[in-house]
């Protein structure tokens, strides 16, 4: 079965990055993107950006521009999201999702079919 | 930014009632909408794709519907594994975004 386990939780300082995991198993990893979704607690989600694990192309909300790197290893299936920068308001579960898209160019749909476990990183002084 | 736009925020039912969430997008979506649940604690898992499409294995009391800036969930008959926070999510046009939730109570 599909399954996507992420890094354990971290406490970082403001200022400092954080590198979060998302190992996947039970399917090819290269046929699929992958997502980071944030939530803060008591908050909706908030989407990050995708990496293409075909060909490493990212593309990244505007909000996180700059201070986000998402990357992938096909030899391990496993996908990274590094954060720099970090400010309190960083603090959230991150989750990392497997995106489903349409391989017919006439048909457009995009959706998030399995999701890892969640990383929860707190950022404090 | 798309901005989505959930109601009510929060709702209890009793079980076996019919329960409604309407989701609302500042400009045109077409029906390139999710919804998603989440029970507290766990990730968020999709029910429907598309506006209306169920995902495999979704029970079929969950059903979506909608096109362009307006859209509803419905569940049939609500049953007490239903307790947890909906969300939708478009993908339209990047940034993906999503509303920010209904939680589904017992009453």
């Known amino acids: 079965q599909v399954q996507l386990v992420q890094s354990g939780a971290e406490v970082k300082k403001p200022g400092a990055s954080v590198t979060v995991s998302c190992k996947a198993s039970?399917?090819?990893?290269?046929?699929?993107?992958i997502t980071w979704v944030r939530q803060a607690l008591g908050q909706g989600p908030e989407w990050m950006g995708w990496?293409?694990?075909?060909?490493?192309?990212?593309r990244y909300a505007q909000k996180f521009q700059g201070r986000v790197t998402m990357t992938s290893d096909t030899s391990t299936s496993t996908a990274y999201m590094e954060l720099g920068s970090l400010r309190s308001d960083d603090t959230a579960v991150y989750y990392c999702?497997?995106?489903?898209?349409?391989?017919?160019?006439?048909?457009?749909?995009?959706?998030?079919?399995?999701w890892g476990n969640g990383t929860t990183v707190t950022v404090s002084s | 930014d798309i901005q989505m736009t959930q109601s009510p925020s929060s709702l209890s039912a009793s079980v076996g009632d019919r329960v409604t969430i309407t989701c609302q997008a500042n400009q045109d979506i077409r029906k390139y909408l999710n919804w998603y649940q989440q029970r507290p604690g766990n990730a968020p898992k999709l029910l429907i794709y598309d506006a209306s499409t169920l995902e495999t294995g979704v029970p079929s009391r969950f059903s979506g519907s909608g096109s362009g800036t307006s859209f509803s969930f419905t569940i049939s008959s609500l049953q007490p594994e239903d307790i947890a926070t909906y969300y939708c999510q478009q993908y339209d046009s990047f940034p993906w975004t999503f509303g920010q939730g209904t939680k589904v109570g017992i009453k």
């Open positions: 039970g399917y090819t990893f290269s046929n699929y993107e």
């Open positions: 999702a497997r995106v489903v898209s349409s391989s017919d160019p006439s048909i457009y749909y995009y959706y998030m079919d399995a």
């Open positions: 990496i293409s694990t075909y060909n490493g192309n990212t």
